[in-house]
């Protein structure tokens, strides 16, 4: 499964440990990564600098659902079922 572009979810809802371009203590839950673009896109895909975390992280139908709105619903879940 392709990523469904200008959803973003992925690069907002999830807490991010690792360091990013811009954010290099990571990125708290339910906030926007400074490397998403107006459009919701990475700026980082495909380059190095981009965390091993989000090159891993996988689109699946799972995860995304129909439309963005389910992928926020999944990824909201996982994170209040992942809190410490």
């Not at 990564?33 to 090159?55: A, M, T, Y």
């Not at 891993?56 to 926020?72: I, N, Q, T, V, Y």
Request: charged content about 25%; some cysteine.
């Amino acid at each position: 499964m392709e990523c469904r572009l200008g959803c973003g979810a992925c690069c907002i809802i999830p807490s991010i440990s690792s360091s990013i371009p811009g954010m290099p203590g990571g990125k708290p839950s339910m906030t926007r990564c400074i490397q998403l673009d107006e459009k919701n896109l990475c700026k980082l895909f495909g380059h190095p600098e981009r965390p091993k975390v989000c090159s891993d992280l996988k689109a699946s139908e799972e995860m995304c659902g129909k439309d963005h709105s389910d992928a926020f619903n999944y990824l909201e879940q996982l994170e209040v079922e992942t809190a410490p």
